[in-house]
């Protein structure tokens, strides 16, 4: 029906343009016999191109006609195909609660399994357990001799070295007092020692004084020989005085050698008291170590 009517437009088109062409205007014959023929064979190749223009009209009509229907089939097959995916969805869910369910059950069924096997085995095992059981009881009683045995034997090693350490503090205890008493005695030998040394520099002092005296004496009884000629009784003094110098440089010497002395004596002293204070350290460290050991064996016990 609509494409009668489109044929029946275009027919009523195709006379109205050919009405109004310059040849049915009334102009007549006078333009000519060619231009009339060259109008009419216008004419006709226009009507033949709106001939065409109409087929291709129909054609594009049908062809939209044709892709209408397209359309609308590929509508139909999207349609299909989703639903066709739900349904493939739905049953691949359905599978997969299927077998999660499966799984679950079959898990289940499996710790069943193993618990009655578990019960089984234990069930069985009753009669080795009495036996290990029995056994572990036999090894509990040794061990428990031996552990009484060990115990007896430390707190004979415990006694034995409580008797240590006490003969130890013993030993400390004499060793404090030998060298108490060696540190006064050295504090007295010093003590004297020092006053020796006060005596030996005043000694010196006392001669260096007397050696200058004499020296003055001397320089003036020479002093006096160059002046006068020497009486036996400044001669006698002058051998006086060089013998007092003699023996005040030996009293000198002397005294030198002594402080020399008493100080080897007191440095001899010191390394002696550091000796001591060695040992004393050392003998305070073992003192701790046996202690020491004897908190351990304690906290053993």
Wanted: proline fraction near 1%; glycine fraction near 4%.
């Amino acid at each position: 029906m609509p494409r009668s009517e489109s044929r029946q437009g275009a027919t009523a088109v195709r006379a109205r343009r050919f009405s109004d062409s310059p040849c049915r205007l009334g102009h007549g014959l006078h333009y000519g016999s060619q231009r009339c023929l060259g109008c009419m064979g216008l004419h006709r190749r226009v009507g033949l191109l709106q001939a065409q223009k109409d087929k291709l009209k129909d054609l594009a009509a049908l062809q939209r006609e044709e892709l209408a229907r397209l359309e609308e089939d590929c509508s139909k097959l999207r349609t299909k195909r989703n639903l066709e995916q739900a349904d493939f969805d739905l049953q691949s869910y359905s599978r997969k609660c299927l077998a999660d369910i499966s799984l679950s059950e079959l898990q289940h069924l499996l710790d069943q399994r193993k618990h009655l096997e578990e019960e089984l085995s234990s069930f069985r095992a009753g009669p080795d357990r009495l036996r290990s059981s029995r056994q572990a009881e036999v090894e509990h009683a040794a061990a428990r001799e031996a552990w009484l045995l060990e115990h007896r034997q430390l707190k004979q090693d415990v006694a034995a070295a409580q008797a240590y350490v006490a003969s130890l503090e013993q030993e400390i205890e004499s060793r404090r007092e030998r060298v108490t008493l060696g540190r006064l005695a050295d504090a007295e030998r010093s003590r004297q020692l020092r006053e020796q040394v006060a005596e030996q520099r005043q000694l010196c002092r006392a001669t260096q004084q007397a050696l200058q005296d004499a020296e003055t004496d001397l320089a003036a009884a020479q002093a006096q020989r160059r002046k006068f000629t020497p009486s036996d009784a400044v001669t006698a003094r002058a051998r006086d005085l060089k013998a007092e110098m003699a023996a005040l440089a030996d009293e000198r010497r002397e005294g030198a050698e002594a402080l020399q002395l008493a100080s080897e004596e007191l440095e001899k002293l010191r390394r002696e008291l550091g000796a001591i204070l060695a040992d004393n350290a050392q003998l305070r460290s073992g003192l701790q170590d046996v202690m020491h050991g004897l908190e351990q064996v304690q906290h053993q016990l």
